[in-house]
Structures are given as structure tokens and as C-alpha cells.
């Protein structure tokens, strides 16, 4: 039975290029959540989704930001034109119900230089 | 904002010593999870708890959910060199449902 799945594990952008981060939530899995950490930080929440819908995207900068998790693959996580504060270890969760506990991915390093 | 407070930031024991670790908040939630974190992986989930005054243990780890519904503890008994990592505590308040996360405590085993 897999777990959450992240790809890809490492990602090195230049200032200006876009990142795209995707997640595979576990089987039976249908709401998804990203979260962003820095060094010695905890998780700071972006955004849940559901199948199709955003939930909350409170956490979510405004602007260059967006995610979307489509019927058919992988949730996306979607950063434009990247900047060094961008760099950050962006985990993605995924859970049963809106209830239920989070299982997390391995996370995609992002490095913006 | 919504905030939870985790004590200690660091913790440096002996092999073989208990640990306990805490998380507070001035807000209330109904549900309590913890995590542990190693290097370079994403949080594993240790222990869910979702009802005031529940007390759920797992292997050598055991945590409660606070009566007051705003804090939560997690006590490791008789701790091993791969208890080594950060643990979070995470709560989701009843009108929200995203999950909130404290800064972690790091737990180091000294040799």
C-alpha cells in the first residue's frame, strides 16, 4: 500500500523560473494538503484541496502561488517566476476524510539560486 | 493567528531516560495528533487523539489530550538511539479544519 508520493525529491530553479511540485495522495485518499517548511521551522500550512475543489488557501501566498488536484492525477503545486525566499522543503499530506489524520510525503526540496 | 506552543525546543537525555514533551494553545481543539520527523523524510504520524482527557499509547510512547481541550503531551519511556528526531505536535480547532503545526522539539541522545 503506498504512501504519499512527492515528486521530484530535489528541484534546483533559477530566480524567474517556474516550479512545479506533484503529489500522489495514498490509495482511497481524497483530500490533499501542502505545507512548507523552512530549517528548524515547523510546517507552516498553504493549502487543502479536494478532488476539484480548493478548500482553504489561507496559508497560500497570492500571488505566483497555486495548486490544483485535478479528477484524474496528481495534485500540483505550482510556484511562478521563483525567488530565493522560495527555497524550502514543501511536504504535501493527504488523508481519507476531513477528519482523519494526515500522512505525509518525503517532501520536494526546493532550491532557487 | 492560531498558534500552538511546544516545549521543550530541545531536549538532551541519556540513553534509557524517559521523555516528556508539551504543546499548549490559548485556543481550543478537538483533535490532538503527533508526529516525528527524522532528517531529510516528511512527519510520521505517532499517536491520534481526539476526545478531552483520552490517553493513547503506542509502543513506549503514550500522549493525552488536556481536559481544558488546549493542550497535549507526549511522554517516550525508556527512550533508544532512534528516538533521535523532531516531534510536532498538530491540532485542528472544531470551525477549521486545517491542521496546525508547533515548531517541534528535538530530541537528542547524548552517547
Known amino acids: 500500500n503506498a504512501g504519499v508520493m512527492q515528486n521530484p525529491r530535489h528541484l534546483v530553479r533559477r530566480r524567474g523560473q517556474e516550479a512545479r511540485l506533484r503529489c500522489s495522495p495514498m490509495?482511497?485518499?481524497?483530500?490533499v494538503y501542502w505545507y512548507r517548511q523552512l530549517p528548524e521551522e515547523g510546517l507552516k500550512f498553504m493549502v487543502y484541496l479536494q478532488k476539484e475543489n480548493i478548500i482553504d488557501e489561507s496559508g497560500m501566498p497570492k500571488e505566483r502561488f497555486s495548486a490544483e488536484f485535478p479528477k484524474e492525477g496528481p495534485s500540483i503545486l505550482r510556484i511562478q517566476q521563483v525567488v530565493r525566499g522560495d527555497s524550502a522543503a514543501y511536504f504535501c499530506?493527504?488523508?481519507?476524510?476531513?477528519?482523519?489524520?494526515?500522512?505525509f510525503g518525503n517532501g520536494t526540496r526546493l532550491t532557487v539560486t | 493567528g492560531q498558534q500552538l506552543n511546544q516545549s521543550p525546543q530541545s531536549m538532551f537525555i541519556q540513553e534509557g531516560e524517559d521523555v516528556s514533551m508539551n504543546c499548549t494553545s490559548s485556543?481550543?481543539?478537538?483533535?490532538w495528533l503527533w508526529y516525528k520527523q527524522d532528517p531529510g523524510e516528511g512527519p510520521v504520524l505517532l499517536i491520534a487523539?481526539?476526545?478531552?482527557?483520552e490517553l493513547t499509547s503506542n509502543g513506549r510512547l503514550t500522549a493525552q489530550f488536556g481536559i481544558t481541550r488546549k493542550d497535549s503531551f507526549l511522554n517516550i519511556s525508556a527512550s533508544i538511539p532512534s528516538d533521535v528526531g523532531i516531534y510536532f505536535c498538530?491540532?485542528?480547532?472544531?470551525?477549521?479544519?486545517?491542521?496546525?503545526f508547533g515548531k517541534g522539539t528535538r530530541l537528542h541522545i547524548l552517547p
Open positions: 498538530a491540532g485542528r480547532m472544531n470551525r477549521d479544519d486545517k491542521i496546525i
Open positions: 490509495k482511497g485518499h481524497s483530500h
Open positions: 499530506a493527504s488523508s481519507r476524510s476531513r477528519d482523519s489524520p494526515l500522512h
Open positions: 485556543s481550543i481543539f478537538n483533535t
Open positions: 487523539l481526539y476526545k478531552a482527557g
